[in-house]
Every structure is written in C-alpha cells, then in structure tokens.
C-alpha cells in the first residue's frame, strides 16, 4: 500500500493576448485543451487542463488574454483571467518576449499585468519569458532582469512553448507548489470543459486557420446538436454567428466551399478527439452584437453575473 500522500492543486496562466498560453498549456498537460490560432484574444474563457506527476495532480489554468476591455465580452473574459488567477496555488506569468524586446504589444500588457500582480503581493508567481527560439539568447538575460521583479516572482523561465524547450522545468516547479490533498479529477482525465463546448473550441480554430485575417474577431460557434448515433457516430450540429451580413458570404464561399473545408477540417480533428465518426453540420447566421448578449456569453462559458 502506498502511503505517500497525494497532492492536487490549480496553476493559472496568465499574460497579455497571443503571448502563447494555449500552446504551453497544452504542452504541459501533453494533450491539446485549448486552441491555437495567431489570431490575438483567440481563448475566451477559462480551460483546465489535467496533468499527473507522480502523486500529484496539477490543475492548470488556461486564461484569456489580459487586455482593455470594451464590450460585455471583453470585460467577462478579463473577469475569467483573473478570477483564474486569484483561485489558483500558483500562477504562471507568460510573457512574449519578441514582443517585450520591442515594448509594445503584449509587452505593455504584461507591464500593466504585472503592476496588479505586485498590488495582491501574491508570492507564488514565476515569470515565464516566452519564444525565446525566435531570440538570440544574449538578449534574454537583459530582459528578464528588466522584468523580473523578486517581491512577486519565486523563480524566472525561459522557454519555448512551441517546440517544449524549458517546459518540463515549470512542471517541476509547479508540482512542488500544489498542497496535499485528493485529486479533483479522475487520473485518465486531460480537460474540464464540456465536450459541447470543446467541439465548438475546434469548429472555431479552424474558421480562423481557414479565413486568417479575412474574418473579424466578432465571430462565434455554438453548438445546438448533439446526437448519439446506434451505429456508434455522433451527430453535431453547430451555428456560426458573425456579426455582419458581409461576414456570411466569407465564412460561406463560393458555392459553400470555404464552410465546407471549415466543417471538413473540424470533422477531422473531432473525429480524433471522440474516437469515432463524426457527422458534422455547420449553419451560418447572422447576430449583430452578439458579444453584448448575456445568454450568448453564458452559451460560450463566460460569467456575466458580475455586470
């Protein structure tokens, strides 16, 4: 019998939008939890993703960007990161260090972002320089004294999340963090997060990979159906929302064929993630204002109680 105790305990990153958090998050649970685009402000909501060490189970928290916010969307996805932070054992802050080197961008943001951090005179943050694979590493250094701060931060990375480069330290680091308690989640479980709303996450990564800048970022996916087939296949049924009624005839194109390779690409990926055939139906409709809508905010796993 195993009488080591075991340890659980949730990890929030945070930082400015397209520092790279979706990409490290899913490289320290080892499975993909949240979608990647280049597109900024692409995670809307909080994702937790389930790592295991040994007898320790880390929670870890994937935030939206932290940003200005404007509309009723922005302002419940700033609320998420947060609220992600201030319920967390640890948090990591994620900086794009291209971006720092130039001080603009996510640079500014991190700036603002470690401003609130020193104001909840939180002691179990690290600093997390991003993308150093695209940075000679000379430059590094400078940085992270620059931003390093040792009244909030515990300890400096510097990683790659795309490639994994430094990743497996902040693991380490981030289990010696967790308290001792039961695990919150069964051991072959990667993601919290209902399986509705994660094929609605795919569908939505490929619209952007498909249609790059062409589509605004006022652009939604819900899923409406979902249908347990007695040959075993699943049938989803899913709505795009745009904005304008320009919009539809990009996500449509012509003939269809552009939400047709949307919908083929999700499909594929779908297919993957559930372990078996997956029919897929996509439907284009235009909702002006939608990110001003409670009901369509709470359909994407925003809270907007607090407004």
Known sequence: MNDTPTRCGFVAVIGAPNAGKSTLVNRLVGSKISIVTPKVQTTRMRVRGIAIEGDTQIVFVDTPGIFRPRRLLDRAMVRAAWAGAEEADAVLLLVDARAALRETGTAAGSQEILSDLRRS???????????????????????????????????????????????????????????????????????????????????????????????????????????ERKDGSLRIEQTIYVARE?????????????????????????????????HLFLFVKLRENWAEERERLSAIGLDTSGE
């Open 121 to 227: 005179k939180r002691t179990n943050a690290a600093l997390v320089l991003n993308k150093l694979d695209a940075l000679p590493r000379e430059q590094l250094l400078p940085l992270a004294n620059k931003l390093h701060d040792p009244q909030v931060f515990a300890r400096v990375f510097m990683i790659s999340a795309l490639n994994g480069d430094g990743v497996s330290d902040i693991r380490s680091w981030c289990v010696e963090r967790m308290p001792e308690g039961p695990w919150h989640y069964p051991a072959d479980q990667t993601a919290d997060i209902p399986s509705r709303l994660l094929a609605a996450e795919i569908t939505r990564e490929k619209l952007y990979m498909t249609l790059h800048d062409e589509l605004p970022y006022e652009t939604s996916v819900e899923t409406d159906g979902w249908t």
């Open 246 to 278: 320009s919009q539809k005839s990009i996500v449509l194109g012509r003939g269809g064929c552009t939400v047709k390779a949307i919908g083929a690409a999700a499909r594929r990926e779908l297919e993957v993630l559930f372990g078996r055939r997956v």
